[in-house]
């Protein structure tokens, strides 16, 4: 994930221990030109963005 924007509320890209786990292996906070990599089939969820009418914009990518 390469994000594009900064994000001060929310916004954050966080990596589980597995899906619908509350055990967060690490919490990611968007800020722009920031590039995070992790396995494809690591379990994620992205918070939702708090502050009004601030998109988070990201770009994401598959490498075969």
Same mark, same amino acid.
């Given at each position: ?5 900064? *994000?001060? @509320?929310?916004? $954050?890209?966080?990596?589980?221990? $597995? ?8 919490? /990611?906070?968007?800020?722009?030109? $920031? ?5 494809? !089939? *690591?379990?994620? $969820? @992205?918070?939702? !963005? /708090? @502050? ?13």
């Amino acid at each position: 994930i390469l994000y594009l924007t900064d *994000c001060e @509320a929310g916004g $954050r890209t966080v990596l589980l221990e $597995r899906l619908n786990s509350p055990v967060a292996l690490a919490q /990611v906070t968007p800020r722009r030109g $920031r590039l995070l990599l992790f396995p494809h !089939v *690591c379990p994620h $969820r @992205a918070d939702e !963005v /708090v @502050a009004e009418g601030l998109p988070k914009l990201l770009l994401r990518g598959e490498m075969i």
